[in-house]
């Protein structure tokens, strides 16, 4: 029963592919058959028309009668064409909603194995196995930034407070720095000559300038 049902389709495919090609071969020699009948169709009524104008009534009938026979099978074998044409379509027509069955037949057992490997409750298994994680490493976190040893023990409000006796002997210390001021370059202030110091030289030739006036 399986192998009938792994192996069944591709044959009644081919089947089908094998029957359309021999109504495709048959159509073809039924077109042959058609132009062989109106060629002798219209070659009778040459032969008509011949025997017409040598006054051979008897055989220009004769030759009529035969075209009329001939155009009789060309439109059995119109007709015989056109059932195969219909046949043909109705063949395409079933093959390709076969086609469309089948592949709609494999999307629905793959979505239904997708289904089956991801049904709703793994999805909500594994959401709570992300979330769960998540929180344990959140935890780590908090546990690895938290203060240890010596720096666990102090307080924060205290450190906040020296923090702010410090900001505020820094501002008190800005203030009290005199502010400088700026001279513009050309309006300096006129500034005595420093008088210059007597050297030794200049000394002892001032004492001998006083011997001398004595």
Known sequence: MFMNRLFGKPKQETNTLQTLDKLSETLEMLEKKENVLM????????????????????????????????????????????????????????????ETVDALRTGASAMKAMQKATNIDDVDKTMDEINEQTENMKQIQEALSAPFGTAADFDEDELEAELEELEGAEL???????????????????????????????????????????
Do not use: W
Not at 44 to 72: D, G, H, M, T, W
Not at 180 to 209: C, F, M, S, W
């Open 39 to 98: 060629k002798k169709a219209n070659g009778e009524v040459e032969k008509a028309k011949e025997f017409s104008r040598v006054k051979n009534k008897r055989a220009a009938i004769q030759c009529l009668k035969r075209k009329r026979l001939y155009e009789q099978q060309v439109e059995q074998l119109g007709n015989f064409q056109l059932r195969i044409h219909d046949q043909m379509i109705m063949l395409e027509g079933a093959k390709a909603t076969t």
């Open 172 to 214: 008190e210390e800005q203030l009290l720095q005199p502010v400088p001021i700026h001279v513009p370059h050309g309006n300096k202030p006129n500034r005595a000559p420093a008088q210059k110091q007597p050297t030794a030289e200049e000394d002892e030739l001032a004492a001998l300038q006083a011997d001398m006036a004595l």
